[in-house]
């Protein structure tokens, strides 16, 4: 607040030249700001671009957090001025953020994230929810206070709102192309998992029948025979064999 009471005590063109140095860093991160300023610096018209950059700064509020707390709201713009915070990580946006984007973000003093405020589709934007690593001191902008900027300067600055449009435009495609990619890979992958579970069960269901084909080619094991099924020549070894047991067995010649 009394930084904010400072500049707000500045003349307009000593404000634009003191916003840029103190903001030029997370101006920088931010694409379509960067876009601005660089249209401004090339511009005859730079002073009411300065003055819309200004603006934008001096509608920052600030917002302290403690560690480990989480925080995070949807369409806005966090500018990390000293502190540790992990995008992604809170309760409930861990196992969302890493599905849908695949990856955490670490973010340290002059982190900018959530620059995807603008966008009007819920369905495109990051999880909002994140995580501080330390004691953490952020900028906030919100979409509502931005917007409001813009329609108040786009008549001093030509070109203003087409340059914000076109990010939103383009960011919304990017997100739009990503979200549809990662879907038809989570399909692809459903059905590579489907098939394989199809195939390991085909193979299981062929392994039993070649099993069961090579049981039944295996000899059947020989069971005892009744005396009347035994051939006419063959003698019961628990009886002495008479005549004519031995004169049915074939002969044999030897020769000593």
């Given at each position: 607040?009394?930084?904010?009471?400072?500049?707000?005590a500045m003349?307009?063109?000593l404000?634009?030249?003191?916003?840029m140095?103190?903001?030029?860093?997370?101006i920088?991160k931010?694409?379509?700001l960067?876009k601005?300023?660089?249209?401004?610096?090339q511009?005859?018209?730079?002073?009411f671009?300065?003055?819309?950059?200004?603006?934008v700064s001096?509608?920052?509020?600030?917002?302290?957090?403690?560690?480990s707390?989480?925080?995070?709201?949807?369409n806005t713009?966090?500018?990390?001025?000293?502190?540790l915070?992990?995008?992604?990580?809170g309760?409930?946006?861990?196992?969302?953020?890493?599905?849908?984007w695949?990856?955490e973000r670490?973010?340290?003093?002059?982190?900018?994230?959530?620059q995807d405020?603008?966008?009007?589709?819920?369905r495109?934007?990051?999880?909002a929810?994140s995580l501080?690593?330390?004691?953490?001191?952020?900028?906030v902008?919100n979409r509502?206070?931005?917007?409001?900027?813009?329609e108040?300067?786009?008549?001093d600055?030509?070109?203003?709102?087409?340059?914000?449009?076109?990010?939103?435009?383009?960011?919304?495609l990017?997100?739009?192309?990503?979200?549809?990619?990662?879907?038809?890979?989570?399909?692809?992958?459903?059905r590579?998992?489907?098939?394989?579970?199809?195939?390991?069960?085909?193979d299981?269901?062929?392994?039993w029948?070649?099993?069961?084909?090579?049981?039944?080619?295996l000899?059947t094991p020989?069971?005892?025979?009744s005396?009347?099924?035994r051939?006419?020549w063959e003698p019961?070894l628990?009886?002495t064999?008479?005549d004519?047991?031995?004169?049915?067995?074939?002969?044999?010649?030897?020769?000593?």
């Amino acid at each position: 607040e009394r930084h904010h009471q400072i500049i707000a005590a500045m003349s307009p063109g000593l404000q634009g030249y003191v916003v840029m140095e103190l903001n030029r860093t997370w101006i920088s991160k931010v694409r379509f700001l960067s876009k601005v300023l660089r249209h401004a610096e090339q511009s005859d018209l730079r002073s009411f671009f300065y003055a819309f950059i200004v603006d934008v700064s001096l509608s920052l509020t600030t917002s302290i957090h403690a560690q480990s707390e989480v925080f995070g709201v949807r369409n806005t713009m966090y500018i990390l001025v000293q502190g540790l915070v992990s995008s992604g990580t809170g309760a409930r946006a861990t196992s969302a953020f890493i599905a849908e984007w695949g990856v955490e973000r670490v973010h340290s003093a002059g982190a900018v994230w959530g620059q995807d405020f603008l966008l009007s589709d819920t369905r495109l934007l990051e999880p909002a929810e994140s995580l501080a690593l330390t004691y953490c001191e952020t900028m906030v902008l919100n979409r509502s206070s931005f917007l409001t900027l813009v329609e108040r300067h786009n008549g001093d600055c030509p070109g203003l709102k087409d340059m914000v449009r076109w990010f939103c435009c383009w960011l919304a495609l990017q997100r739009a192309l990503l979200k549809e990619a990662r879907r038809r890979i989570n399909v692809a992958r459903k059905r590579e998992r489907r098939r394989q579970k199809e195939e390991a069960s085909g193979d299981a269901e062929v392994e039993w029948r070649r099993l069961c084909a090579a049981e039944e080619l295996l000899p059947t094991p020989a069971t005892p025979t009744s005396r009347a099924d035994r051939p006419v020549w063959e003698p019961d070894l628990w009886q002495t064999p008479t005549d004519a047991d031995l004169s049915k067995r074939p002969s044999v010649v030897t020769d000593l």
